[in-house]
């Protein structure tokens, strides 16, 4: 008889790891116990040495789905008097703390879901240890019941029986329940605001009939979800969806739409809609349930609104049990988008979403579970063969990540102004938020303090420093100057060069290329269309676009015509649109006012859009460029005006004139000439690398920045980087879009704090 | 006085300066307290508080539609003192002249100036001018003294603020701004864009009666949202501004959405922002309406419990939130 200790790490909590460890132990006859360290997971086994031997070879090879344990420490150990194996309770410890995603519905309980015989049968919250809320539920750590938005659900006997068995796969499943004990339904038409919520068994069945009854009536109804409310109507009804446009005062943004499973591997009827490539498929199942675009089927009848003027559509699968019963029932694809105002965080509570929405829904389903902080849907867009994320939510948040260094001290990352997502680092990890917005409305900065605060809570770690932007007019830079803490501020585009670093920090030295909207650059000018050279805390400027003006500030992102007017007034171009007054703005700009320079290429694929007879104004920011890659669907190389490269200072520019003329000949149809200006911006960077290639060693090249959310211009661009030699790397776990800033902020500054230390 | 331009000489002491204080100060702004003779004057006080503000303007151009340096001086002044609860009664005036500064644009501003303290009722008591050498000055800059009785019986201080209170304007925001702007850049007149640019004592005069009334404040630099910044800083509270009540003209909105402006953030001369409890506002506005400067006054939002922050809410119920007026603003979208 012999002892072992092991010290178990990673995601080992909320996933039911304990009790995986109970049984392999107990099959194996094997004495000791398994102890919970608020975090990280400790064993003690005695038996004899093969035993002892096939514990260690069957400990990882079928942990629970999802887990993601690994071994910090094993070691032989005492032998200690017991006489049998036992789940010891908690113990409370300054461990590694990892907080868990929200998890989709698992196949057992999808099965019990279904099955009438089941006592949890269409139990619209049905969850075990492998699959239900967390990040959404959790108030506090270590994760149990009493601290999670469950605490006023008591269990009733019998599960509280299963809650309790060791061998029952909801065994210490924190927030389980039935119908008998647990959440319910409430439905309600608006305008009915002053009668009050009532939850219970019955009226759960009829409020989930009264809203499948509602929606095939054609109405609008907010749903309240996992991490949020949905606004729900049919994505085949123009009528419902033009209301729902109209109500919302969103003419033209995408809506997202969610499929019933169905068929052998549940993508039957997005199949019938949508074109799903392998890899697509994977990521529409995968764990995350995350919305991925996907491009329409030519003999797609899904409504002509959801997507104006785009060719793709972004697709989920159901994820919770409620959102099961609803499609199963429908049995057709239902809008299913973020009920929110626009650019604010997803609304999550009853009363609020009652007020808020009252002229937008005409009805709601609440139920009486609290989320305690919201989690958008996450998006991914296959890129290059791979599923890229486009917003980190729900399902993938909080994000971990392993920094390729150790902080000094535990620091907070405040991200950007739009895309809004914040980091907390310490140690050698990083864990990042989901998506909370747009940081110009007053709700999105309630979120913004509320996760900042909770994560520090929950992980056990208080930032010493703050890292914001450098721009001082993002509301994260005005919060991080008002933090009291010590601020290291840094550039815009050094943060997104760093975060692709350090997705991948075995690669130096880089060429990244950051194409994006606009940030403050070094000069003070607004960045958009560099080359940083270097490292991580070490980046170094060596290409850009040739600098135009920007008229008005804000106002760029919605009007694309005034970034088209600064492209064509720069090189003594005249510009005019007949539904625009530009006098007023051409004087303007003559004489600098409310005027800026920028290098952008965000910009460039607002202007060309605009050149090519594109609406001068927008109803969202990236609908212009979005509108241009739409057009790309040939592979064909046309006959494309080359930008010139030349030395600027001590920078490699590429001059965008030629593009003017050739966007706005009437000669060739629209789709040539948005490919050939794809081609062209490709090309572009393309001459830029191989001339700095030319000066200095390039490793591999980045691209980020929010214009590789393009494919059509990403593809074109990784083809001919690769086809001379370079090997070309793109953001993989991160939003390549400002979503990501908040972790390049963490590695920029952190290697300059390293530098120091 | 031969000069058509100022030179150096009209400030050295002799003739020439002497000819101007008279010929065109003492002229125009001529009253039954104003001597010119005598190193100061000597006024008639009864009332036991004494109301006093002192404000220098510095316009550029000199002249603008709506208005110029010298009626906004007067205005500027006896706005500050009618917003603190007083009857505005006597101004001086310090003028500091660039050399090269044509005589009759000079006169035409003086008698602008005179208008202006007429209409408003006060007199230029005292003054002084001096004469600053050719690219030293603006052409012309002014500093003023101005001096009134206290008649408001409220305290109107950010103390009395409270969570509910009613937020009023008395006309349309941005018309200064705007028309001082388009002046400079030589645009070009646009409409009948003008500026605000007036005597607000009428206004405020009319509101002291009500007992509710906590604060007055003329929404100059910065404008609006400055002001509603200044109250939720002093008290703590949050201001929701309700942006489709918010009087603005179509001309200075057209110029503002075309250059990228927020008329919120620019300065009105004629305008008061009043703090009000919410159950006298209604009247309040009623009083306000049937005055000729109040006809486009409104309610524009409330004071609300929760941290200092200026919120906007548009006319979706999406709640923007207004940040404090930067230098330079730059683009942050991304
Ligand atoms: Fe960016
Ligand atoms: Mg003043
Ligand atoms: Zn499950
Ligand atoms: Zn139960």
Redesign the pocket.
């Given at each position: 008889m012999q002892a072992d200790y092991w010290l178990i790490g990673g995601q080992v909590q909320g996933v039911g790891f304990r009790p995986y460890i109970y049984r392999l132990a107990t099959e194996l006859c094997l004495l000791g116990w398994v102890k919970n360290l608020s975090g990280q997971v400790e064993i003690h086994v005695q038996g004899t040495e093969t035993q002892l031997h096939t514990f260690a070879t069957q400990l990882l090879k079928h942990p629970p789905p999802l887990a993601k344990p690994f071994i910090l420490q094993h070691t032989a150990c005492a032998l200690v008097a017991v006489n049998s194996f036992s789940i010891a309770s908690s113990l409370q410890t300054q461990a590694d703390i990892h907080v868990p995603p929200d998890y989709f519905i698992c196949d057992d309980c999808l099965h019990e879901l279904h099955n009438p015989c089941d006592r949890h049968y269409h139990y619209p919250f049905i969850n075990c240890t492998q699959c239900g809320a967390r990040y959404t539920l959790i108030q506090r750590l270590p994760y149990d019941r009493a601290d999670t938005s469950m605490a006023n659900f008591p269990l009733c006997a019998d599960c509280q029986a299963e809650y309790d068995n060791p061998s029952n796969r909801r065994f210490h499943a924190q927030p389980l329940a039935c119908p008998a004990c647990g959440v319910g339904l409430c439905f309600r038409e608006a305008q009915t605001a002053t009668t009050p919520f009532i939850y219970n068994a019955r009226q759960t069945a009829t409020a989930l009939s009264a809203c499948v009854q509602a929606l095939q009536a054609g109405k609008i109804v907010a749903i309240k979800g996992i991490g949020g409310y949905h606004l729900l109507c049919l994505a085949r009804s123009d009528t419902a969806i033009q209301r729902l446009r109209t109500r919302k005062a969103r003419p033209d943004k995408p809506l997202a739409v969610m499929f019933p499973i169905h068929g052998k591997d549940g993508l039957t009827f997005i199949r019938q809609q949508l074109q799903v490539s392998p890899v697509a498929a994977r990521c529409l199942s995968s764990p995350v349930r995350p919305i991925v675009l996907l491009p329409r089927r030519t003999d797609c009848n899904l409504s002509a609104f959801l997507a104006p003027q785009l060719n793709e559509i972004g697709a989920m699968l159901p994820y919770s049990p409620l959102h099961h019963l609803l499609l199963t029932a429908l049995a057709e694809p239902i809008v299913a988008t973020s009920a929110n105002l626009s650019g604010e965080p997803v609304l999550t509570d009853n009363q609020l979403v009652e007020q808020r929405l009252q002229t937008v829904a005409d009805a709601f389903l609440h139920h009486n579970r609290e989320i305690i902080r919201p989690a958008d849907d996450s998006v991914m867009r296959v890129i290059h063969q791979q599923p890229r994320p486009l917003r980190i939510g729900r399902g993938l948040a909080p994000l971990e990540l392993t920094l390729p260094f150790r902080l000094p001290y535990p620091v907070l990352a405040v991200g950007a102004q739009l895309k809004n997502t914040i980091a907390l680092a310490w140690e050698q990890r990083v864990v990042m938020s989901p998506h909370i917005g747009d940081l110009g409305t007053a709700r999105s900065i309630d979120v913004f303090n509320q996760i900042i605060n909770d994560l520090q809570r929950l992980y056990a770690v208080s930032a010493t420093a703050v890292i914001c932007d450098a721009h001082p007019q993002y509301a994260s830079s005005r919060w991080a100057k008002q933090s009291g803490l010590p601020v290291h501020s840094v550039y815009h585009h050094h943060a997104h060069a760093s975060a692709i670093a350090g997705e991948f920090p075995q690669a130096l030295p880089w060429l990244v290329f950051t194409w994006d909207g606009v940030g403050l650059g070094q000069d003070g000018t607004l960045w958009g269309g560099d080359a940083l050279y270097g490292q991580a805390g070490a980046w170094q400027r060596v290409a850009r676009m040739r600098p135009f003006s920007l008229l008005g500030g804000d106002k760029v992102g919605r009007e694309p015509y005034r970034s088209a007017a600064g492209l064509c007034w720069e090189v003594g171009l005249p510009f005019s649109v007949a539904t625009i007054d530009s006098d007023l703005l051409y004087h303007a700009w003559q004489k600098r006012l409310n005027c800026v320079t920028t290098t952008s290429v965000g910009r460039l694929f607002d202007a060309a859009a605009v050149l090519i007879g594109f609406s001068p104004v927008v109803s969202y920011e990236g609908q212009a460029p979005m509108f241009l890659e739409s057009l790309c669907c040939s592979q064909i190389s046309h006959d494309i005006p080359m930008l010139p490269l030349s030395r600027v200072g001590d920078l490699w520019e590429s001059d965008w004139s030629p593009l003017l003329p050739y966007l706005q000949t009437t000669q060739s149809s629209q789709q040539i000439r948005a490919e050939g200006f794809h081609q062209a911006m490709a090309q572009a960077l393309l001459q830029q690398a191989l001339k700095i290639r030319t000066e200095k060693t390039v490793g591999q090249i980045g691209l980020t920045g929010g214009v590789f959310q393009n494919r059509y211009l990403t593809e074109l661009v990784i083809a001919q980087l690769n086809a001379v030699g370079f090997e070309v790397f793109l953001p993989t776990q991160l939003p390549c879009n400002d979503g990501g800033m908040s972790f390049g902020q963490i590695i920029e500054a952190g290697n300059r704090l390293l530098e120091r230390v | 006085m031969q000069d058509t331009h100022i030179t150096l000489a009209h400030g050295n002491g002799g003739r020439l300066m002497r000819e101007l204080i008279e010929q065109l100060f003492a002229k125009h702004l001529h009253n039954p307290t104003l001597n010119t003779q005598l190193d100061a004057t000597t006024l008639p006080w009864s009332a036991s508080q004494l109301v006093v503000?002192t404000?220098g303007f510095i316009v550029k151009p000199l002249e603008f539609s709506g208005g110029n340096i010298g009626s906004l001086a007067i205005h500027?002044?006896v706005?500050?003192l009618a917003v603190a609860g007083a009857k505005p009664l006597y101004i001086t005036l310090n003028a500091f002249i660039e050399e090269g500064l044509e005589i009759a644009i000079l006169e035409r501003l003086i008698i602008s100036m005179a208008q202006a303290a007429q209409q408003a009722g006060v007199s230029v008591v005292a003054g002084d001018t001096k004469v600053v050498q050719r690219g030293e000055g603006g052409g012309l800059y002014l500093a003023t003294t101005g001096f009134g009785v206290r008649i408001a019986t409220q305290s109107l201080d950010f103390s009395t603020i409270q969570a509910g209170d009613a937020l009023l304007i008395s006309g349309a925001v941005g018309n200064h701004g705007i028309a001082v702007m388009l002046a400079r850049e030589q645009f070009g007149l646009r409409g009948d864009l003008q500026s605000d640019s007036a005597c607000v004592f009428p206004l405020t005069e009319a509101l002291l009666p009500f007992t509710g009334l906590r604060f007055m404040r003329?929404p100059?630099r910065g404008g609006l949202a400055t002001v509603a910044h200044e109250i939720s800083q002093a008290t703590g509270h949050a201001l929701v501004l309700e942006q489709p009540t918010i009087p603005i003209h179509d001309s200075v909105q057209t110029v503002c959405d075309m250059l990228g402006y927020d008329p919120l953030y620019l300065a009105c001369e004629g305008r008061v922002v009043a703090v009000i409890a919410a159950d006298q506002a209604e009247q309040a506005l009623a009083i306000w309406k049937t005055l000729p400067q109040g006809q486009q006054a409104a309610i524009i939002g409330h004071v609300q419990t929760g941290y200092a922050r200026v919120i906007l809410r548009t006319a979706l119920g999406g709640e923007r939130l207004l940040e404090e007026l930067e230098d330079d603003p730059l683009p942050r979208i991304c």
């Open positions: - | 503000t404000d500027g002044t706005n500050d003329d100059t």
